[in-house]
């Protein structure tokens, strides 16, 4: 089955740095690649999602990038506000007729410092 | 609001117990998936329902079981209850996706379970 990998564990950055996240998948047939935040004790919520036929996605502060060839991802995000503490979760899945199962990733816990 | 419902919010129950989880899809989506999230494993894939089949299974374990009903709400049930069973579970959906890919939607998250086990 499809493993997913995701590095760093933990990122602590100054207000208004970049934060970047990656992660590597096993399974080549996985075709989309969600980004959830999730903070403490609530649901993950979808942030931005890339889909095999596109190399990069971006939606404001926050892009995304696809490597197929290396089987790896990464999330970018830009001017990061303290708002934007929160666990990162990367996922990876192979979309059917019938639904999408997702494999997670360990998670990245961000803190953004003042 | 992803328009998940679970409930209830929090359990708590003694080891041995048997407890059923709840969950109501977003209106209209045929999927519904199970995850359980603890703090050493992550957020794991228990099994997805689809239209009221079962679709596929993954690290779930034989004293737990989950049906979707004709009206599409899921129930996740769990027996013979462990302290290591003690987590989150949440319960996700999705539109059907077509042919797949292109078709695809999101899956948004119900707001969880807290399961304490004593």
Redesign the interface.
């Known amino acids: 089955g499809e493993n997913v990998e995701q590095h760093p564990s933990t990122l602590s950055v100054q207000e208004g740095d970049s934060a970047v996240i990656k992660c590597t998948y096993s399974d080549s047939a996985s ?2 690649f ?1 980004w ?1 935040k999730q903070e403490l ?6 942030i931005i ?1 890339i ?3 596109v190399g990069e996605k971006k939606d404001q502060r926050i892009a995304v990038t696809l490597n197929k060839t290396a089987k790896h991802f990464s999330l970018h995000i830009t001017e990061t506000q303290p708002e934007d503490s929160a666990v990162y ?1 990367c996922a990876a899945s192979k ?13 990245t816990q961000l803190k953004v410092e003042l | 609001d992803s328009g998940v419902t679970q409930t209830p919010k929090h359990l708590i129950t003694a080891t041995g117990q048997r407890v059923t989880l709840r969950c109501s899809p977003r209106s209209g989506d045929l999927s519904v998936y199970w995850y359980q999230q603890s703090l050493d494993q992550g957020l794991q894939f228990l099994i997805h329902y689809y239209n009221g089949e079962e679709r596929a299974k993954g690290n779930i374990l034989e004293r737990f079981s989950a049906q979707q009903f004709p009206d599409l709400h899921s129930e996740l049930n769990l027996s013979s209850l462990e302290l290591g069973d003690s987590a989150l579970y949440f319960c996700a959906s999705s539109a059907h996706s077509g042919t797949g890919g292109a078709g695809y939607t999101e899956a948004f998250f119900g707001q969880g379970t807290r399961l304490t086990v004593v």
């Open positions: 075709n989309y969600p959830y004790g609530k649901r993950p919520q979808l999602d889909r095999s036929n979760f979309v059917t007729g019938g639904g999408n199962k997702l494999t997670f990733g360990t998670g």
